[in-house]
């Protein structure tokens, strides 16, 4: 009788490691395919941005998004983000290339994430060519399996010596 008590108790326990891998891959498969869907919002941005098209840039973010700019005054709602991108590519960025690369990806929930990108700006003023450099938190929701970002804080990154 132990014997077979002994068996039992070795088919649950490897049905249950079974059922644990199961639901690892699935939970990986699932957290590759939302890092994609991140990314490719953000590659949104970034387009909008190059194309100098406020309304494709503002796109990605929530109806009632909050974006704050690196001077600090804040932007509430995606059509307040493109108004105020429709008044920067027509002046001081209207030539501007912007470059993204994310620097990380945190999961808070499988419907939050939390991402760092960094960005190189590159425009003209005064007739010199300039940089700017900043790094951008995005609080991102997945919402009708669809991301978005619901609040955008930059922070611009000062150069060594400053």
């Known amino acids: 009788m ?6 039992l108790a070795a088919v649950v ?9 199961v639901s690892d891959a699935q939970t990986s498969q699932s957290s590759n395919t939302d890092e994609a869907a991140i990314r490719q919002v953000i590659k949104q941005v970034e387009g909008g941005w190059n194309a100098h098209d406020a309304k494709a840039f503002a ?7 909050d974006y704050v700019v690196v001077n600090g005054m804040r932007a509430r709602g995606r059509e307040e983000i493109e108004k105020g991108h429709t008044a ?6 209207k030539d501007s290339h912007n470059g993204a690369t994310v620097k990380s990806i ?5 419907d939050v ?31 009708g399996g669809k991301w978005s970002i619901a609040a955008f804080q930059n922070t611009p990154i ?3 010596g400053r």
């Not at 132990?2 to 068996?7: A, D, F, T, V």
């Not at 490897?14 to 644990?20: G, I």
């Not at 960005?119 to 609080?139: C, D, P, Q, Y």
């Open 106 to 110: 945190r999961f808070l929930r499988p």
């Open 113 to 143: 994430a939390v991402v760092h990108v960094e960005w190189i700006l590159e425009f003209r003023s005064g007739g010199e060519a300039r940089k700017g450099h900043a790094m951008n938190t995005m609080v991102m929701t997945k919402d």
């Open 88 to 93: 920067i590519f027509t002046t001081i960025f």
């Open 13 to 21: 326990v490897a049905l249950m490691l079974v059922s644990v891998r």
């Open 59 to 65: 796109a990605p973010f929530a109806p009632d998004a």
């Open 158 to 160: 000062q150069a060594e």
């Open 2 to 7: 132990s014997q077979r008590i002994y068996l």
